[in-house]
């Protein structure tokens, strides 16, 4: 029964930064694995990283190992997005959710889906 709301989202221009935050209410956010994943317009929805709940294991799509960094605070009920060297590729909806089971960069692993933050590179 938890509640996920993206923000951070904006536009920006190729090789900068944005962090994106994910607050998390009404569920077991603490005990909880969480991902973020992204969809681009006419594509599908792709996995990008993933956090264990106590924030001891990370797991990143290849796209985006070096440049993205998920990280969470429980005591903030908050999972992090720290997204570096953007690129135009990286433009898409991004979208937090709880880790349900199930292989870690299967989109089909994830539910309580947030309403999603934009994200745009320009080039």
């Known amino acids: 029964q938890v509640q996920l709301v993206e923000s951070g989202g904006g536009l920006v221009q190729s090789g900068g930064s944005l962090r994106l935050s994910c607050a998390a209410s009404?569920?077991?956010?603490?005990?909880?694995?969480m991902g973020w994943l992204r969809q681009v317009p006419g594509k599908e929805r792709e996995f990008v990283a993933f956090?264990?709940?106590?924030?001891?294991?990370?797991y990143y799509a290849d796209s985006v190992k070096g440049r993205f960094t998920i990280s969470r605070d429980n005591a903030k009920n908050t999972v992090y997005l720290q997204m570096n060297s953007l690129k135009p590729e990286d433009t898409a909806v991004y979208y937090c959710?709880?880790?349900?089971?199930?292989?870690?960069?299967?989109?089909?692993?994830?539910?309580?889906w947030g309403q999603g933050t934009q994200v745009t590179v320009s080039s």
């Open positions: 959710a709880a880790y349900t089971g199930g292989i870690l960069y299967s989109t089909t692993s994830y539910g309580y």
């Open positions: 009404g569920g077991t956010f603490k005990s909880s694995a």
């Open positions: 956090i264990e709940w106590n924030g001891g294991r990370t």
